[in-house]
C-alpha cells in the first residue's frame, strides 16, 4: 500500500503538464451523522474501491449498499465529535485481507483496529469485526499514518500519554509488534519531553534538510530525524520555528510547492479559526534553513483579496486533481467542530475547496493557489481524502462531517 509520505517528496524533476478544467459529481452516501473521518480501500476484495465512514464501509462502484463493521451508534449533532474521528486502512496481520485502524476523541476513546474477516463475513447485516486494542489514546488534533522510520510499514504520529493530568508528554509514534500484530502497540518517543498539549494542532511528515529521511514538522519547528544507525533511543534535532502564532492547524502538509527541489510547507493557521498558507523554504549562504510565508487565505475581510473566505480548515491533504503533475491542496469548512454557537462562523457555508497549484515565477515565492469550490453544502471534519475510487485515475474527493458523508468525483474537462 502506498503511503502519502511517499508522495510528499516531489521534487523539481517532475515536469508538469497543461492543466485541465475541473467539476465535481457529489455523490452523497448518507445524510447521518455517524463520523468526523473518512477514508477508502477495497475491503471485499472485488478489485473496486469502497469507502469506509464511521461504523460502516460503503461497497463500491455505487456506494450505495452500506455494511456494519462495529456497533452503529446514532450520534447528536449539536454535541461533541464521534468516536470516528479517523480511519486508516492497513493489512495488520498480513492475511490479504484490508483491516481499519480507528481512532476517536482525544480524551474519550480507545483506538483499536477490526479485523477484517473476509467478504462473506463483512457483508452480512450483523457483521462485527474482531476488535484488537492499540492505545488507551492517542493525543493530538491530526494524529497521521505514515511510514516515518523508512520501514516500509505505518505508524501512528502522536503524543505520548494516557490522560489529561500527563503534563509533561513526548512527540513520536505508536507501532505494533509486528509479529504479534494483535498486542498493543508501544510507543516510540522522538523529541524532547515538554508540556505538549493532548489538543495539539498542526503536525506533518516530510523530508524537510533533503537527506531522504522523513522529519517531524509541528507548529512550533521542525524535527530532524537522524542517520540509520544511530543509537536507540537517540531524540531528533529541533529546528525552531513558528508556523502559527494563533491556535496551530492540521495536517501539515510538506512538498515542494514551488518547484526548486526544496520541500515547502502548507498548513492552515487555525484550525477553528482562519487562515490558509504555504511556507518558502529557504536557505541562508550558511545552509541554515528557515521559512517565509505565502498566504492562500485569510479572514472574511479578506475574501476579496483571496478569492475566497472560510473558517475552521480542519483537514487538508493533497492530489494532482488538475492533471499538470503538481499536488493541489484540499480542504473545507469544519462543521460544527464545538457545536452550532461554537469556534467562528459556525452557520457559514459548509463548503470545501481545492486550492490549484500553478508555478508562476511572478508570484511571491514562485507559486500562487487558485482557490475552485468542490461544494457548498457538505463541508468536513477531521479527514479529508482524496484517492480514484472509480478507476479513472483521477482523485476524487472523499469527506465526513456533521451533514453526512460525501465523495466528489472528479471530472477533468
Known sequence: MKLLS??????AAVLSAAPRELAFQKLTLTGEYWCDGVNTADIDGDGRM?????????????????????DPVPQVLEKNPTNSMFTFPYDFNGDGRVDLLVLGRV??????????????????????WKKHFVSRRVFGESPLFE???????????????????????QWGWYRPDWAHPAKPWTFVPVTEKGEFNHYYHGEGIGDINGDGRA?????????????????????????PFVF?????????LIYDVNGDGRNDVVTAK??????????????????????????MMGTREEEKQFGVAFSQPHALTLADLDG??????????????????????PMATPVNYAFVLRRDRSAPGGAKFLPKLIDDASGLGTQVVAADVNGDRVPDVLTASKLGTFVFLTQRK
Open 324 to 345: 499538470d503533475t503538481l499536488p493541489d491542496v484540499v480542504t473545507g469548512k469544519r462543521r460544527w467542530a464545538h457545536g452550532p454557537t461554537g469556534d467562528v462562523e
Open 244 to 252: 502559527s502564532t494563533d491556535r496551530g492547524g492540521a495536517q501539515m
Open 107 to 128: 480524551l474519550f476513546h480507545e483506538a483499536f483496529w477490526y479485523e477484517n474477516p473476509g467478504a462473506a463475513e463483512a457483508k452480512k447485516p450483523d457483521a462485527r
Open 215 to 239: 522529519d517531524l514538522v509541528l507548529n512550533e519547528g521542525w524535527w530532524e530525524q537522524p542517520a540509520k544507525g544511530a543509537p536507540a533511543g537517540t531524540l531528533w534535532k529541533k529546528h
Open 50 to 70: 469502497d469507502v469506509i465512514a464511521g461504523p460502516f464501509w460503503y461497497a463500491g462502484p455505487d456506494f450505495k449498499t452500506r455494511h456494519p463493521f462495529y
Open 270 to 295: 487555525n484550525a477553528h479559526g482562519w487562515g490558509l498558507s504555504w511556507f518558502e523554504h529557504r536557505r541562508d549562504a550558511a545552509g541554515a534553513i528557515t521559512f517565509v510565508e505565502h498566504r
Open 147 to 169: 511510514d516515518v522510520d523508512g520501514d516500509g510499514r505505518p505508524e501512528i504520529v502522536s503524543i505520548s500519554g494516557e490522560t489529561a493530568n500527563d503534563k509533561i508528554k
Open 6 to 11: 511517499a508522495f510528499l517528496l516531489g521534487s
